[in-house]
Each structure stands twice: as C-alpha cells, then as structure tokens.
C-alpha cells in the first residue's frame, strides 16, 4: 500500500468556496460498498436510503473561534496563532504564523475593534514544526467574542461573513479547530423529519483538529504518524447504539468523526463508554466493529480521511466515485456535496 495508490486530480473549480444557502440541497452520491453501485439524489431526500430503526451517529463539536492575530513584543512584528488544543484555563498547544517565535518570546494579541485591548501570551515551549506552547495572561473563552475569529480550511479563500455556517446546526460542545463537515447538510427541519420516521440520532464528541487537512507525505502510509484528539462516548449513548444494532438497525456514521470515535471506544462488536484522546489511524484492512453505513463530504487527496472511507468502501470504489462526482460536477471538500456509503 502506498499513498499514491489514494491520490487523484481535481481541478480548483470543484472546490466549494461557499455553503449552499439551503444545507440540505446539496447532492448526495450513493455508494454501494459491496456492488460500487452509484445513484444520485438531494440530501433532503436522504431518508429513503435509511430504514426504520437505524441510528445516525452525529459529532456534536462545535468550532472554537481560535484564530488569533498578535504581534511581537517590542518589534512588533505579525504573528497568526491557532489554537489547537488547551492544556489549562490559560495555556494552549497552538500552530504558530511568524518568524521569531522562540521560548520566552512576549505577543500582543490583538482585537477585533479598534480601541479595545488583547490579552498578551508568552512562547512558553517550541514543539515539532510550527507548534508552540503559548501561555496567556487570562483565560481566552470570554474573550473569543472581541479577539476570535473561525479558522477556515487553508484550500477556502472566499471570507465566510457568518461564522454560524461553518457549525452544523447541533453544534454544541466548544474545542474543534474545524468542522465535522459531513453534520454541515442537515437542518433542523430535516431532522425532525427523520426522527418522526422512524430514524434515532445518538450524540457523540470529537474535537477536530487540523490536522485532519494535512496530506500524508510518508510513502507509506503506515509510517504516517497521526496526532490525537479527544473524544467522548456517553454511556447512555453506548447503550443506546448497542440497542439498535442488537435489534438488527443499522448504525450510520455521520462523518469520519464519528467514525473514528465508534471505532476507538468499540470492544469486540460492541460500544462501551469513552472519554479520552484517539489516535487511530484506519487504513484500508482495519475491521469494522460498530458502523454499518457512513455519510461523509469528499475529500482531499491522499489524506487520511480518503483513506478511512476506503477502507471502509473499497479503494477502487472510492476512486471510481470520486471520478464520477467529477463528471456530474459535484462540489469537494468542507462546503462541497455528501455521499451516503451503504
């Protein structure tokens, strides 16, 4: 196995540089995993793919507004620093923009508006690449509001006036650097319509980080090393997904989240509660344990989510998916199209 086997070219244009105004229109391909038979609907009619008794398992995280602008003190130089995960009230693990940013080094976060004041912060450690460990003179949640802005991924250019569009609208659990994308298409409408149908929602949590952007350079894949996040399965919700699968329902994932956070808390082929980071990395050969059926965005090249998916799918049914979302002009990545894998 190697990455290139996970790589395919797709042209700029195909990447959604804004949400649809209406979430649930988007496209949703349907992939058979076992036939690589493919349809094509709208995700608002997503319901007459599921079945009476099936479980979508939704991330619940929200987006942190964790991009913050600063300057060094006294040069003044610009630094960019987003926030990755916290270690305590006032000392985050950040990804650092700027030249300089040793160990000891002062910042000047700045404001939204002119004339209010930023908290300054000290480089406290230098970890691998462009992470340090940054310690700020308060706690940072009450200040989001006048020096936080939402990180976007680095392949959207387009300004994003309403931050709310990029949290699915179930967000609630504050601590992701990104989204978990595939939960971007439903509303609140449609969600009622599937719970009076017969469909249950379980909640789940799995703070993003961005690392899930980050393409693997290894040859191999094996050698790629993935960074952990943290994630949370109640016990109410281990029993309520052991439930369904015992009565023969299916368990949806919603997003590769979700996915990673079944998986990591499964023991044997069944759910037990979870609180803590994962770091698992599924490639093609992994063994499901829990879900039975995925919905999920289109992803980057060579990165471990196309990964995931097909090990889950099959490599060559993913590829000849993706080539033909191509041909009837999807949308990829964060704001693009969804596919329902059964």
Not at 132 to 150: A, N, Q, S, T, Y
Request: proline content about 6%.
């Amino acid at each position: 196995m190697r990455t290139t086997d996970f790589d395919y070219e797709l042209p700029k244009s195909y990447i959604a540089q804004t949400p649809l105004k209406q979430r649930d229109q988007s496209r949703l391909m349907i992939l058979d995993r076992v036939s690589g038979e493919i349809q094509h609907a709208i995700f608002q009619d997503i319901g007459s793919h599921l079945h009476v008794g099936d479980i979508l398992v939704i991330n619940e995280t929200r987006v942190i507004p964790g991009r913050l602008f600063a300057r060094k003190v006294p040069s003044g130089g610009e630094v960019e620093i987003l926030l990755l995960r916290k270690r305590d009230a006032q000392t985050w693990e950040t990804m650092v923009g700027g030249k300089g940013l040793t160990a000891g080094k002062k910042l000047q976060v700045e404001p939204i508006r002119a004339g209010e004041r930023g908290p300054t912060a000290v480089v406290e450690a230098v970890l691998a690449g462009a992470e340090r460990v940054i310690h700020f003179d308060e706690p940072l949640e009450l200040l989001f509001p006048k020096i936080g802005h939402v990180p976007l991924p680095p392949y959207i250019h387009k300004k994003l006036n309403d931050p709310e569009l990029y949290q699915t609208v179930y967000a609630k659990t504050s601590g992701s650097a990104a989204a978990p994308t595939a939960g971007l298409h439903f509303t609140p409408e449609l969600i009622e319509e599937l719970k009076n149908n017969g469909i249950e929602f379980a909640k789940v949590t799995l703070h993003v980080g961005l690392d899930t952007f980050a393409p693997v350079t290894e040859e191999e894949p094996q050698e790629h090393k993935m960074h952990s996040e943290w994630c949370q399965i109640t016990r109410e919700t281990a029993e309520q997904i052991n439930l369904t699968k015992s009565h023969g329902g299916r368990v949806i994932a919603v997003g590769t989240t979700s996915v990673r956070t079944l998986e990591s808390a499964a023991q044997g082929g069944k759910l037990e509660p979870f609180e803590g980071p994962t770091s698992l990395f599924i490639l093609p050969g992994h063994k499901f344990k829990i879900i039975d059926a995925m919905i999920t965005n289109f992803h980057l090249p060579r990165s471990t989510l196309i990964m995931l998916i097909s090990a889950f799918a099959g490599r060559e049914n993913i590829l000849n998916a993706y080539e033909a979302a191509k041909k009837a002009k999807y949308r990829f990545y964060s704001f693009g199209d969804a596919m329902l894998i059964i």
